[in-house]
T-cell receptor, first 114, second 113 residues
Framework: DTAVSQTPKYLVTQMGNDKSIKCEQNLGHDTMYWYKQDSKKFLKIMFSYNNKELIINETVPNRFSPKSPDKAHLNLHINSLELGDSAVYFC?????????????FGEGSWLTVV | AQSVTQLDSQVPVFEEAPVELRCNYSSSVSVYLFWYVQYPNQGLQLLLKYLSGSTLVKGINGFEAEFNKSQTSFHLRKPSVHISDTAEYFCAVSSVGYQKVTFGTGTKLQVIP
């Protein structure tokens, strides 16, 4: 049973398209995240939700819109895709009050914009 | 504000040799510290973490790390590396009472046969 699962794993799309990445966690955690990893492996937080409420919103273009229908799900929708959006997007979850906010990652979604 | 610095972007080491991957952090409050490993085309997997207590932390795959508060460091060590340890390693810090976890820029460990 995968703890944090995200789909799709690979996504190739054209500039200007809109795409979504879905994420689900079965760990019972209250907090979920989206991270972006660029080609140099730099890992940057994009968003964090706690119990469906947005708590961290880093400097991310508003073309990126997260949605959390419940605390086990955090989806990422991207409008008008640009070449620079090509990256690996990781969903993650944690329980801040337990284990010092240890983050558990999904396997990643490889997005390529052409 | 919190930050973490991994001084080495790449560390080549021969198989069965010891290795140390360096990590320094900055925070105005107490911290939690983590090391993650990322194998090619995979997600990040927790290697070990320091929350409190003993400053020497043992993790999976024979890795250990030592929390040094005076030097604000959390270096990762392994006495004898294996080819399968070739991967990217990330140090991360979370300030106590603060939601955000900040990751370092990663160190690529390359084990040479």
């Amino acid at each position: 049973d995968t703890a944090v699962s995200q789909t799709p794993k690979y996504l190739v799309t054209q500039m200007g398209n809109d795409k979504s990445i879905k994420c689900e966690q079965n760990l019972g955690h209250d907090t979920m995240y989206w991270y972006k990893q660029d080609s140099k492996k730099f890992l940057k937080i994009m968003f964090s939700y706690n119990n469906k409420e947005l708590i961290i919103n880093e400097t991310v273009p508003n073309r990126f819109s997260p949605k959390s229908p419940d605390k086990a799900h955090l989806n990422l929708h991207i409008n008008s895709l640009e070449l620079g959006d090509s990256a690996v997007y990781f969903c993650a979850s944690s329980q801040v009050s337990v284990s010092g906010n240890t983050i558990y990652f999904g396997e990643g979604s490889w997005l390529t914009v052409v | 504000a919190q930050s973490v610095t991994q001084l080495d972007s790449q560390v080549p080491v021969f198989e069965e040799a010891p290795v140390e991957l360096r990590c320094n952090y900055s925070s105005s409050v107490s911290v939690y510290l983590f090391w993650y490993v990322q194998y090619p085309n995979q997600g990040l997997q927790l290697l070990l973490k320091y929350l409190s207590g003993s400053t020497l932390v043992k993790g999976i795959n024979g890795f250990e790390a030592e929390f040094n508060k005076s030097q604000t460091s959390f270096h990762l060590r392994k006495p004898s590396v294996h080819i399968s340890d070739t991967a990217e390693y990330f140090c991360a810090v979370s300030s106590v009472g603060y939601q955000k976890v900040t990751f370092g820029t990663g160190t690529k460990l390359q084990v040479i046969p």
